[in-house]
Every structure is written in C-alpha cells, then in structure tokens.
C-alpha cells in the first residue's frame, strides 16, 4: 500500500474513534475517562497523519523540483551538440540541392519533415565540405562521420551521468536517438575514402542513396529531441535553423556537393 493509502487508512480510524466518543457522550452509557481517551486517541492520529500527508506533499514537490533540474541540466549539456548535428543537416542539404527552393525552411519541425531525406540522397560524400582544416580541405563523408561521432559521445556522456536521475522518458528518448543507425552506418563507410584515395580507386560516393529509410527514421528522432530540449530549457537557449545558412555568400554553396552523375544541366 502506498503512503497516502496508509495515511487515509489512519485517518479513516482517527475518524471513528472520534466518532465513537462522540457516540458515546450522546448516548450517556459511557464513562468520562472512556470518552476521553477516545477522543485523544482520535485527535492525535488525525494530527499525525495529517502531517505525515503534508510531509508527504513537501518531499513530492522537492523530488519534482529535482527531477526538473536534472533535466534542465541534462539538456542543457545537449544544446551544442543538438544544435551542431542541426547545423550539419542544414548545410549537407544545401550542398545537396539541384536549386534553391522558392521557400526555405523556417524551422526545425519545417526543415527535418521536408524531403530532407531525398535531398541527402544525392550528395556525393567525397566533395568538400565547408571546413577548412591547416592541411586543406575535409570531405563530407569525414566530416559527418566526426560530428555523428561527437554526437553520440555526447548523448553517452549525458546518459552516464544521469543514468540514476533523469526520467524514464528522456533515457528512452536519448537511448532511441543514441541508436540511430544512421550513425552506424556513417561509422562503417568513413574509412572508405580513405582507402579509395590510397589505392586509386573511383566510385560513386553518392552512399546516402541506399539509406534514405534511415535519414528519415533519423531526422525523426533528432526532432523529437530537439522539441523535447526546447521544452525543457525554454527562451533564450533553443535549437533553430541557422537563418543565415540560406544565404548565397555562405558556405556550402547550393549544389556544391550535389553528385555529378544527378546533376542538373
């Protein structure tokens, strides 16, 4: 039986006993001292367990105070990297496009439930990216690979350290992002460039085409995410699309990684 169930178990018996002292002084058949003790033994198991409710009703607001603080700390050590992952999205379908569209994206909702998922299919995973390293240039296939990668450290790092305080909602909810298989897949095809620039060897990096199921599962995920940690975390600090990133003079240009083999005449 619960705490409450035991409290209103007390206070239903507090209740007769007061009740049978009541009783008994109406009905004159008692003596003093048994009317007296019944209203004792009343009176005293009211006000115990009336403060043992309001006690109670004091450590449950407590426990909600403190479940909401480690939530809002647990978001709030994912902002960057949510908003980072956003930011790849939004840069890899520019690169991805045969054209500007009439209308770009105003939101994350708008963006990640667009054609995101058939856009990403024609990019060619060995064009540039826009990251400058000292030696040169990154391709996109490293550079998604490193930031899917510092992603899910992240979302490990959060669930490790609020493992035993964060709700059963947001682990399930981090736990389904964290096994996205489009981060596995990124993982077991990045050492391929590698190899290819080693030995010489071509082929269509255009590796999103096969996958399209699984950026759309994705893009689901990090947008149940995202709302998620702008609930919780409120003004100023929430994850949007880079309004700026639309612009013609910023990198990546539109079609700039666009496959040569899908690219418009």
């Known amino acids: 039986?619960?705490?409450?169930?035991?409290?209103?178990?007390?206070?239903?018996?507090?209740?007769?006993?007061?009740?049978?002292?009541?009783?008994?002084?109406?009905?004159?058949?008692?003596?003093?001292?048994?009317?007296?003790?019944?209203?004792?033994?009343?009176?005293?198991?009211?006000?115990?367990?009336?403060?043992?409710?309001?006690v109670d009703a004091g450590n449950r607001r407590v426990e909600r105070h403190r479940e909401s603080r480690v939530t809002y700390a647990a978001?709030?050590?994912?902002?960057?990297?949510?908003?980072?992952?956003?930011?790849?999205?939004?840069?890899?379908?520019?690169?991805?496009?045969?054209?500007?569209?009439?209308?770009?994206?105003?939101?994350?909702?708008?963006?990640l439930a667009s054609d995101i998922a058939a856009v990403l299919a024609d990019l060619s995973l060995d064009r540039d990216a826009p990251v400058l390293i000292p030696g040169?240039?990154?391709a996109w296939l490293t550079h998604c690979g490193n930031e899917m990668h510092e992603l899910r450290v992240a979302i490990d790092a959060v669930l490790t350290s609020y493992s035993h305080s964060l709700g059963s909602v947001d682990i399930d909810l981090l736990s389904s992002f964290r096994e996205s298989e489009l981060f596995d897949y990124v993982n077991a095809i990045q050492?391929?460039?590698?190899?290819?620039?080693?030995?010489?060897?071509?082929?269509?990096?255009?590796?999103?085409?096969?996958?399209?199921?699984?950026?759309?599962?994705?893009?689901?995920?990090?947008?149940?995410?995202?709302?998620?940690?702008?609930?919780?975390?409120?003004?100023?600090?929430?994850?949007?699309?880079?309004?700026?990133?639309?612009?013609?003079?910023?990198?990546?240009?539109?079609?700039s990684g666009r496959c040569p083999a899908r690219t418009a005449p």
């Open 191 to 255: 050492g391929i460039l590698a190899i290819d620039q080693t030995n010489g060897w071509k082929r269509d990096y255009a590796m999103l085409r096969s996958v399209e199921a699984l950026i759309g599962t994705h893009c689901g995920r990090i947008l149940q995410t995202i709302s998620r940690c702008n609930d919780v975390l409120g003004e100023p600090n929430q994850i949007v699309l880079e309004a700026a990133m639309w612009a013609d003079n910023v990198a990546p240009m539109v079609g």
């Open 136 to 138: 040169g240039s990154v």
């Open 75 to 111: 978001y709030r050590q994912l902002l960057t990297p949510l908003r980072r992952h956003l930011g790849l999205l939004q840069a890899m379908y520019k690169a991805a496009l045969v054209a500007p569209p009439s209308c770009w994206p105003v939101g994350p909702s708008d963006f």
């Open 1 to 54: 039986m619960s705490r409450w169930g035991q409290a209103l178990v007390g206070i239903a018996l507090g209740l007769v006993c007061s009740a049978s002292a009541i009783v008994y002084a109406l009905s004159g058949n008692t003596i003093a001292w048994q009317r007296d003790l019944s209203l004792a033994v009343g009176s005293s198991a009211l006000s115990v367990l009336l403060a043992v409710l309001l």
